[in-house]
Structures are given as C-alpha cells and as structure tokens.
C-alpha cells in the first residue's frame, strides 16, 4: 500500500455505495446486494473487484445508459433442475444472485441445480455465488465470459474474456476451499491496481501485436480496449509453459456462459455497437450448485476435504517457504486482518468517492481523509 492510501470502515463505505445505487436509480434491496457483492471483495483482500471497482464499473456504466438500474430478471425456460435466464442488461450481481439461489433452491430438492443466463452485466467476483453454495451445505461452480482481452495459443488477437471458472466446495475447516480466479495469467482488475498504484506489470501479462511482452500498464488498459494488447492464458505465451491450458478453459467459460442460452459471445462483448458507441456488454453466466447429501453425509465429505487440504498444507516445503497454502486460505486470513481496518482507498479512489458524492449531493458523507 502507498503512503497516501487510507482505510475506511466497511460499514462506512458499504452505505455509501448502498447510497449511491440508490440515488441512481437502483432499487433499495438490489443495491444493497451489489454493495455486498463489492464490500466482500474488499473483506477478502480482493482489492481488484471490490470498491476500486464501484466507480469506473457500476456507476459510469448506469450514467453511460449501458447498464439498466433496474434489474429486469426474466425466467426463459425452467425445469425441475435447470433454468435460462434473461437479466436484460441489469445489475449483473443481482442477477447473478438470483441466479445462484435458483440452482441451491433445485439441488435441495433434485440434487443440483444449473441456471445458465444471457445479457447480464458485470457480476463482481465469483466467489461470492461459490460461497453462497458452501453456506447451504452444497459445492458451487460458476463462470463469466466478459469482454475480449485473452489472445488464444499462437495468437496475438484479444478474443476471449478473462472467463473465470469457480469453484466453492465446503470443509470441516473455519474457511471452505475457493478456487476463484481468471483464465488469464492476470485479468484487467489487477492490472487496475497496478496502473493506481503507478506501477509497470511484470513481464509475460500482456502481449502486443507481434508477440512481444509489455509492462507498460497505463497504456495496456487503453490498448486493451482498441485490441492493440492481449493478456495472456494461464500458461503464458506459446506451449512451452502449457498456454493451451488456460486458452482452452477460457474457451470451456465462453461456451458454457454463450452457448446453452443463446447468448453474445468473443468479439459481441465489446461494449460497443458497430458505429463505436458505447453498448451493454451482453455478458453470459453459468451457475451450478452439488447437494452434497444426495451423494454422501455432508460431515463425512467435510472431514475428507479437510484432510486432504491439510495433509497439502503440511507436506514438504520447498527451501525459503514459510508455508503451503489451499485455495481460499490466503483470503480467509486477510479477511481476519482487515476486520479492525477496513477497505483500503489509494488517492485515485478517494478522489473517485468525493467525485461520486459531489455529483449526487450526498453531503452527509464527509470522509477522513478529507482533514
């Protein structure tokens, strides 16, 4: 963290957002959904998806006219364990919520549940749906295409979205296990944090129009944009360190999150029309919830994966290693860390907050690092 960077209480900064949605057209209860969505991020020490993010995502998006307020959540087709869902360009964790209950609400009763959904929104981090799984005794799966930013093995083009593929399986443990991340070698949100914290990528993120590695982040996030810069699969460049890996579970999201509800897919997720104007980015989600007890006594599935993430934990460490870590863990810690401090805002997003609260004349919110 940078010298200027200071800390706000989550309940400060959660009604602030809860706050804002509202003034903008966002019903009371769905912004009190996204506010947890984003508040979660930050409590996880997810900095690159949560408030960092409530700005230049949310509240430009909704005042650009490209993201609807009002969350118009249409069934499509439904059976006993499987729905379609049309959000119609509305908040995408609303949607996405929803969603996640419909699946939970069919594996309780059938075993499991999948709800696919078409023309949604930025849906925040994924784990958040995962964990929304855990909590009712069920392993949770989720994915997200988004817009185009990962060049396939052997290409330099930006055609899939980062595509997470999530997963949430619960323990016997304090925390479950949260496998929540991007199909890319880093996705834009981390390169957010770099570029706020005025600092060049490392080497093998993001490559140009000839194959070559870039650093330079403020640049990339404008080049990302014209399709003059790539991330990289999980793998990184080529075959040589097994980039068709990573290139083909993008590919695996942007099937499930386009295919199964006729929804937009690569270069239709831009966010602009054909004449470059600024559109709704027609995102696709996929979200599937395991009921445990249908196959096993849910203490008994707990106790296993206890022992096996402890048994990973405790194996041999390579020299210099002060620990082993599984998915989720790292997460859960930081998340005890800040319980006393906060979200952490840089001096580019204190003055994205006083900027959101001028425009909307919200002067009952004075922040601290405003003395």
């Known amino acids: 963290m940078s010298e200027k960077t200071v800390w706000l209480k989550y309940e400060l900064v959660e009604k602030f957002m809860i706050?804002?949605?509202?003034?903008?057209?966002?019903?009371?209860?769905?912004?009190?959904?996204?506010?947890?969505?984003?508040?979660?991020?930050?409590?996880?020490?997810?900095?690159?998806?949560?408030?960092?993010r409530f700005k230049t995502i949310y509240y430009d998006r909704i005042k650009d006219g490209i993201q609807k307020p009002v969350t118009n959540f249409e069934v499509i087709k439904e059976g006993p364990t499987t729905a379609v869902v049309d959000g119609h360009h509305g908040m995408g964790h609303v949607i996405a919520k929803k969603s996640m209950q419909m699946a939970i609400d069919k594996?309780?009763?059938?075993?499991?549940?999948?709800?696919?959904?078409?023309?949604?929104?930025?849906?925040?981090?994924?784990?958040?749906?995962?964990?929304?799984?855990?909590?009712?005794?069920?392993?949770?799966?989720t994915g997200t295409n988004a817009r185009p930013s990962i060049a396939p093995t052997f290409g330099v083009e930006n055609?899939?979205?980062?595509?997470?593929?999530?997963?949430?399986?619960?323990?016997?443990?304090?925390?479950?296990?949260?496998?929540?991340?991007?199909?890319?070698?880093?996705?834009?949100?981390?390169?957010?944090?770099?570029?706020?914290?005025?600092?060049?990528?490392?080497?093998?993120?993001?490559?140009?129009?000839?194959g070559n590695t870039r650093t330079d982040t403020k640049q990339i996030l404008i080049d990302l944009v014209k399709g003059k810069a790539a991330l990289t699969p999980l793998g990184g460049i080529g075959e040589e360190t097994a980039g068709y890996k990573g290139y083909g579970y993008a590919t695996v999201v942007e099937i499930l999150s386009s295919a199964l509800q006729d929804g937009a897919y690569l270069k239709q997720l831009t966010g602009f029309d054909e004449e470059g104007n600024k559109a709704p980015y027609k995102l696709g989600h996929f979200f599937i919830a395991i009921n445990i007890s249908s196959f096993i006594n849910t203490g008994i599935f707990k106790k296993i994966v206890g022992n096996i993430l402890r048994e990973l934990r405790a194996s041999k460490k390579m020299p210099g290693a002060e620990r082993i870590y599984t998915a989720g863990e790292k997460e859960y810690y930081e998340g005890k860390k800040r319980e006393n401090k906060g979200v952490p805002l840089n001096e580019n997003l204190q003055k994205q907050f006083v900027q959101v609260r001028d425009e909307l004349g919200l002067s009952k919110y004075k922040f601290d690092f405003e003395k």
């Open 19 to 52: 706050d804002t949605f509202k003034t903008i057209g966002v019903p009371e209860e769905d912004a009190a959904i996204c506010a947890d969505v984003l508040i979660t991020a930050d409590k996880r020490g997810i900095d690159s998806h949560g408030a960092g």
């Open 107 to 141: 594996a309780a009763r059938y075993g499991m549940g999948m709800v696919a959904v078409r023309n949604s929104t930025h849906y925040g981090i994924a784990g958040y749906y995962a964990l929304m799984a855990c909590d009712n005794g069920m392993i949770g799966i």
């Open 159 to 210: 055609m899939l979205g980062t595509n997470p593929l999530t997963f949430g399986i619960p323990t016997d443990e304090e925390f479950p296990f949260i496998l929540d991340c991007a199909t890319s070698v880093s996705q834009r949100g981390k390169i957010e944090v770099y570029d706020r914290e005025g600092k060049e990528l490392p080497k093998g993120w993001v490559i140009d129009e000839e």
